[in-house]
């Protein structure tokens, strides 16, 4: 196998941090998808290499030169009870690399077999979850939202037992960082004060170089955290997403969206929606994101404070005073994204600006009363004009009072007059921003259903193919836009263990 560039810097910071591990060989790998264009952005080439060659790389089962194959140490809240090992039961990391763009990102295989951490896990993947992170995490890239890619998927044929036996799989996944908040609480739990230092370095040089020239360092890289994850979470609630699981071991210290489990899209807008089969109590419910957010951020703050100031009194006030900044970041980030979604940019008049806020809470709050779609409101709203309600129906029929749809679009259109653009070129601006396609449930669903009752991966690719570009309208395509049918909707989602 050709070797991989490797630089592996995690690996140097020693064996408390990881437990290596090799990758348990599977018989029949077999090539689900190959993203070509991000192996081209890291500056890998595999153009010699046939499809058994790349689903035996992908699989583990022909490891290149130069990787270290490793689990990673992390503990982690799950549903706000702290567990102080969990780490790697079904990942494994390979390397890191530096791409041609110049950009770190690490590589890892996830369903690869039993590791350390496994705790009694197989440390498999079913086909179902490597599809569902594998679609989702690439359609969130081209939905502008940070996230961790996919850089290959693979089916393993051999079974794995969940509440059946079920085709196994195995994703190959990218990210800037693999770090979580629940590496750093792992080391602080253990009060090694040496290795949160040691991982804090290590972060700050690979995802916030900037901060080295900050003095004390490790108050500015809080604050960077702290800002990079309230605008990712903002990302979150202007697509409709629900990330499910958001235990501190599930939240990367770089800002992206990492490990998609019983993740989803909302249907019909329900700030209170819950898909996860899990989250029992909501407690990872769609509106509860933002506030979870900082009590993950929160987490992380505690295992910095030996850091932050020699007296522990000084250090709690200055992460306290860090902390204060997510909440007005959140709003700011959220406001200017559901402005920019409803075609609102002109921000000179401070009263009108001020009202917006006002008026995109009314349109969510009319939606929720009447089981409107999330994304196709604002998709049709691009389509309406300020001065005719000609092209109204699209959106107002989403409604199930559509009389309460025209009282708002009647308040919109009165804000719209205060900008100075054109239709044409507000609505253009508007279909960059409101996508016509997103992964929905039931379509996902049904890929998984094709690829793990008939071996069947037409639907994967062609559902693949409509996420590559979800803001034009593609011909033909029409079915990946619509709400599903009553008999379609997916009440729940699960994870891969």
Same mark, same amino acid.
């Given at each position: 196998m050709k070797p991989i560039p490797f630089t592996n810097q995690f690996a140097k910071l020693g064996d408390t941090f990881y437990a290596r591990t090799q990758p348990t060989p599977v018989k029949n790998p077999a090539l689900i998808h190959f993203n070509a264009s991000l192996a081209k952005e890291m500056g890998l080439s595999f153009d010699e290499q046939d499809e058994q060659a790349l689903a035996a790389l992908f699989s583990g089962n022909d490891l290149p030169d130069g990787a270290e194959p490793l689990a990673m140490a992390?503990?982690?809240?799950?549903?706000?009870?702290?567990?102080?090992?969990? #780490?790697?039961?079904?990942?494994?990391w390979l390397g890191d690399l530096v791409g041609s763009d110049g950009v770190s990102r690490d590589i890892q295989l996830k369903g690869s077999g039993q590791t350390a951490f496994s705790r009694n896990g197989d440390g498999r993947s079913a086909l179902g979850p490597v599809i569902r992170e594998y679609l989702l995490s690439e359609a969130m890239e081209k939905l502008g939202v940070p996230t961790t890619r996919a850089l290959a998927a693979v089916t393993t044929v051999e079974r794995v037992r969940r509440e059946q036996l079920v085709p196994g799989g195995i994703i190959t996944r990218v990210a800037s960082s693999f770090v979580?908040?629940?590496?750093? =609480?792992?080391?602080?739990?253990r009060n090694d004060i040496g290795a949160v230092t040691a991982l804090a370095d290590y972060v700050m040089e690979r995802n916030y170089p900037e901060l080295r020239i900050d003095e004390p360092p490790?108050?500015?890289?809080?604050?960077?955290?702290?800002?990079?994850q309230a605008a990712l979470i903002a990302k979150w609630m202007q697509s409709g997403f629900i990330h499910g699981?958001?235990?501190?071991?599930?939240?990367?210290?770089?800002?992206?969206?990492?490990?998609? #489990?019983?993740?989803?899209?909302?249907?019909?807008?329900?700030?209170?929606?819950?898909?996860?089969?899990?989250?029992?109590?909501?407690?990872?419910?769609?509106?509860?994101?933002?506030?979870? #957010?900082?009590?993950n951020l929160t987490r992380l703050a505690e295992t910095l404070l030996p850091l932050l100031?020699?007296?522990?009194?000084?250090?709690?006030?200055?992460?306290?005073?860090?902390?204060?900044?997510?909440q007005p970041a959140y709003v700011s980030a959220w406001l200017d994204g559901m402005r920019a979604k409803c075609g609102l940019t002109t921000g000179s008049n401070a009263d009108v600006f001020a009202d917006d806020q006002a008026l995109i809470e009314e349109l969510l709050n009319t939606m929720a009363v009447n089981n409107a779609d999330f994304t196709l409101t604002f998709f049709h709203l691009s389509q309406m004009?300020?001065?005719?309600?000609?092209?109204?129906?699209?959106c107002r029929d989403l409604f199930d009072d559509s009389a309460q749809f025209d009282t708002w679009a009647n308040q919109w259109r009165a804000r719209l007059s205060q900008e100075q653009s054109a239709d044409a070129e507000r609505q253009t601006k508007m279909y960059n921003t409101n996508p016509a396609y997103i992964p929905r449930n039931h379509q996902i669903?049904?890929?998984?259903?094709?690829?793990?009752?008939?071996?069947?991966?037409?639907?994967?690719?062609?559902?693949?193919?409509?996420? =590559?570009?979800?803001?034009?309208?593609?011909?033909?395509k029409d079915r990946y836009m619509l709400p599903p049918e009553p008999e379609e909707v997916v009440h729940q989602t699960f994870c891969g263990t």
């Open positions: 992390y503990a982690g809240h799950q549903f706000g009870n702290f567990s102080p090992q969990l #780490g790697d039961g079904r990942a494994l979580r908040v629940g590496t750093f =609480q792992y080391f602080s739990a490790y108050a500015a890289f809080l604050q960077a955290v702290v800002s990079r699981v958001m235990n501190t071991d599930n939240m990367s210290v770089a800002g992206e969206t990492i490990d998609y #489990g019983p993740c989803a899209f909302m249907d019909t807008y329900a700030p209170d929606q819950v898909y996860s089969y899990i989250d029992r109590n909501g407690r990872y419910a769609y509106n509860n994101q933002p506030a979870i #957010g900082l009590w100031a020699e007296q522990p009194e000084e250090a709690v006030e200055i992460a306290q005073d860090i902390l204060q900044t997510y004009n300020i001065t005719s309600s000609e092209a109204d129906n699209a669903e049904a890929v998984i259903r094709a690829a793990e009752d008939q071996n069947d991966f037409s639907l994967f690719h062609d559902l693949h193919a409509v996420l =590559q570009d979800p803001f034009t309208v593609q011909a033909g």
